[in-house]
């Protein structure tokens, strides 16, 4: 028996007024998706406890049958794991990431995509002028970086920090979310350090100059230590595979012993299961945003689902597919949403229950097939 897990990111949301009150989904035009509501059953899931972050790794920790709860550490030691960076037990990892500041106020949590070399070189100016010797900093690509607390007693300080997100931030004074906890002012030191030599560094004078948004502030979040969780084909006794272009997604693979595949084909023919996540940001700064998203379903829809349609039809054997999403992603209040998410699942030994011929949040929330504790579902669906 071959197995498809195929999530997409953002792809259930709240009714919108522009749409007479129905979904990206119910309009979305989605044929291989209707084909399978009408063989399969539909059902209901929570892949996000209330009291977590709403991120894709916590979604897909539960997805992939694992409670969060006990084995999510944070963003930071996923990506640490998946760029092969090294980290002890006895250390704590951050991500440490390049923003704009103005007026004391984040105007752009990703620096307006800076290239991989300029932010090589500001790494480098950083370790050289600010840098602690107990601490190591590694760039991950564009914004995005790693910051390594070396020093096991600075680090069991720092393990319960509050920090915020950047993009949460985004547009707001960063004043009151700096970090907060024992030894924050460790951080927030090298934060103001790390601006002095940032104001002044070349590459932002130049990026200034052709009016794009400095990397003037390196902010701290996502912390945790090395997690620890038990291999796929321990748990599920199945040799897994995973289809992601997110690192930290990359990161929780790694950590489960799966192997990374660029495509469906592949991925079936080397394992027994695939994991593939299609992720796109959903919350608009532009009207055209709701199309975008309605077109992203399609192409989710065609690229994604039509294509595993045709893999399994090449397979010489028996196959069950699981579609759905990890969490609500909301276009009118542009944020993700705690709650259940619509999600269906067809193939050997699913009976169809339901009489829906679409999946949407609507037909979905018809069902009696309900999973307050989304990793359960993985179970359900194995079995």
Known sequence: MKYLMLVCEGLAD?????????TPLEIAKTPF??????KGRLGNASFVPHSMPLRSEVASLSLLGFKPKELYTGIAPLETIAKGIPQSDREIVFRFDWVTVSDDTVVDAAVGDISDKEAMLLVEAIRKKALPAQMGLYPLGGHKNILVVKD??????LDELECTEPGRIQGQKFEKHLPKGKSAAVLTQLM?????ILEHHE????RIDLKENPANMLWPWGQGRTPKIPSFKQTHGLEGAIISEEDALLGLAKALGMAPVDNLERGLEQRDFVFCYKSFFSNPKNPKELKTKIR???DFDSSVVGAALKAVDRLDGEYRIFIGTGLEESLTQKMPLHGHVPFLIQGKGVERVETAVVLN???ASQSQLIFDDGWNLMEYFLT
């Open 203 to 206: 590459i932002n004078r130049v």
């Open 33 to 38: 998706m209707d084909l399978l509501a009408k």
């Open 152 to 157: 096991p007693d600075l680090a069991c300080d």
């Open 361 to 363: 949040e609507k037909t």
């Open 14 to 22: 709240e009714p919108i007024e522009e749409l007479n009150s129905r």
């Open 296 to 298: 992203r379903i399609e």
């Open 192 to 196: 103001d350090k790390t601006r002095e």
